[in-house]
Structure formats: C-alpha cells, structure tokens
C-alpha cells in the first residue's frame, strides 16, 4: 500500500473566492462541494500536500486539496473527511504546535472514520486506511506523526 502523509498547515496566503473558482499562487483553483463540514473547499493544482486545512486572513477555514487526488471519489471522501475532522476539532486556530501533531491527527482520523461510517462510503473508509499506509511502527508522515498502526487502530475502532 502506498502511504501518504496528512499534514496540518496553516497557510496565511492570498485567497481570493469567487463564484466558481479561486486564485490561490497564481493558479485557477476549482471550488468543490464539501458534503462533511460546510468549509470552503477547493482542488488545487499546485497544493503542496496531498490536502490540508488553513487559515484565510480573517481566520476563516477553507481546505485545499490535490488535484491528482481528486480523480476518485472515494479518497476524495477519504480526504475531505479527514481535514473536516481536523475543523470540527479547531485544530490550527492557536497556531502550530509540534507536540500536538500525533493527537491531532489521531482526532481527525477517528472523525473522518465516524464520519464515513455514518455515511456508509465503505470505499471512503477504507481509502482513508489505505492513505495511512502500512508502515508498521513508523511514523506516517513527519517525525511526530503516530505510527501507521496507531493511526489503523484508531480508525478501526472509531468505525
């Protein structure tokens, strides 16, 4: 299974909204439904992260996700669930924290699991497992992330 690192950014950048798209670095950014929290979201050409909540600057939420990732339905479910889970928490409002990371995104990984579960997208539940990875008792992302079986063992039994 392929791993792929969830990353809690707060970004203070330019975003302008619009209608239909945004300009975020430059680039036309689609906007897209949220069907998990009710935060402006985009799919972005060039967003470093595979997704990721952040900060406008009034302190206003909105998620930005890869556009390669969002060609299939289900780890787009998988995704959007998850940085909703990080919202739902207030995760980033106080700014970064490095000792906060492994619990954070052990939250926003049982939110999204609840929330998938709750939704019946079995596909989106088991694509949010595979984004984890299997990486036994190594980090999943950045030195302080849990380790991909703390982050299965949450996402199992918060579903």
Request: positive net charge; charged residues 15%; contains cysteine.
């Amino acid at each position: 299974m392929k791993t792929i690192s969830f990353i809690l950014t707060i970004t203070s950048s330019v975003f302008y909204s619009s209608s239909s798209n945004a300009q975020w670095g430059g680039y036309a950014n689609q906007s897209i439904n949220n069907p998990f929290c009710n935060v402006p979201t985009y799919i972005v050409m060039n967003e470093p992260r595979n997704a990721g909540i952040n900060l406008d600057f009034r302190g206003n939420y909105y998620i930005t996700v890869s556009r390669k990732l969002s060609y299939n339905r289900s780890n787009l479910n998988a995704m959007l669930a998850h940085e909703c889970g990080h919202v739902q928490a207030g995760h980033g409002r106080h700014g970064y924290n490095p000792f906060q990371i492994k619990s954070q995104e052990l939250q926003a990984d049982c939110t999204a699991a609840r929330t998938l579960k709750r939704n019946r997208d079995y596909a989106g539940l088991n694509a949010l497992k595979e984004f984890v990875g299997s990486c036994g008792n190594m980090p999943s992302g950045h030195p302080s992330y849990p380790t991909c079986n703390e982050r299965l063992r949450a996402i199992n039994s918060c579903s």
